[in-house]
């Protein structure tokens, strides 16, 4: 952590469900992409992964995950736990089984399916559990009611926001502790955005699920999370709860474009990249 970082008395204080220490991921064995990476998720809270693209969130997703083979990525430092059982080397349909399901950026549905064929494949490694999938599906229809009015529609004929919410509420099928949602709001109308933020909060606390929200939307994404941690070129440079974050001068120049002396242009944020006042 950088000098700025927040003091440990700032953190949740609730148990860690994961732990992320110190980790390098490196594609193709030459490009090194994630550089000495460490976060804390409590259980039961939302925390929010910040930067600008091509700053790492994805990948740390996907190392968490265990989707970086697909990429030719590996973790080759440090160490991943989920409640203190080491996952780096776990496939991805281990996590599954562990609770951990990864939403991927871009809305990604089986665009031949229906909309309830999409979240009953979500459900796919709960076996013949035909109970609790159709209590689930139910409740997935509770939080998004727009899918039930969908469920025979193609997913590929309907809206963008109405595919994310399918992705959410597949991922949601599979009876999650831990749901990586990786840039859900992009491309989305505003009223989508605080719609399907809303509901991700209500799911965090009427559901349990733990929430790690990668985001370029700073505003909408500290607006939900209690914690959050903001990445540049493959390192974590600030980290705190989401009122120190608000706060903070830095964050509020270069990522929400208003610093003391007001709205800075465009011209102005760049300049960040110049000083490198975090590096």
Known sequence: MTALAASGSDREASASLLSISNIEVVYDHVVLALKGVSLEIPEGGIVALLGANGAGKTTTLKA?????GAE???VTKGSIRLRGEAIEHLTPDDLVHRGVVQVMEGRHCFGHLTIEENLLAG???????KAGIRRDLEMVYGYFPRLKE????QAGYTSGGEQQMCAIGRALMANPRMILLDEPFMGLAPQLVEEISAIVS?????ESVTFLLA???TNIALRHAKYG?????????????AEFLRSNEDVKEFYLGVGSTGRKSFRDIKSYKRRKRWM
Do not use: P, W
Not at 150 to 153: D, G, N, V, Y
């Open 123 to 129: 459900a796919f490694t709960r076996g013949n559990d």
């Open 64 to 68: 968490i995950s265990s989707l970086l």
């Open 150 to 153: 969908r469920r025979r529609s």
């Open 215 to 217: 985001e370029q939307n």
């Open 72 to 74: 030719r990525g590996e």
């Open 229 to 241: 941690y903001i990445l540049e070129n493959g390192r974590v440079v600030l980290d705190g709860n």
């Open 202 to 206: 209500k799911l965090n606390v009427a």
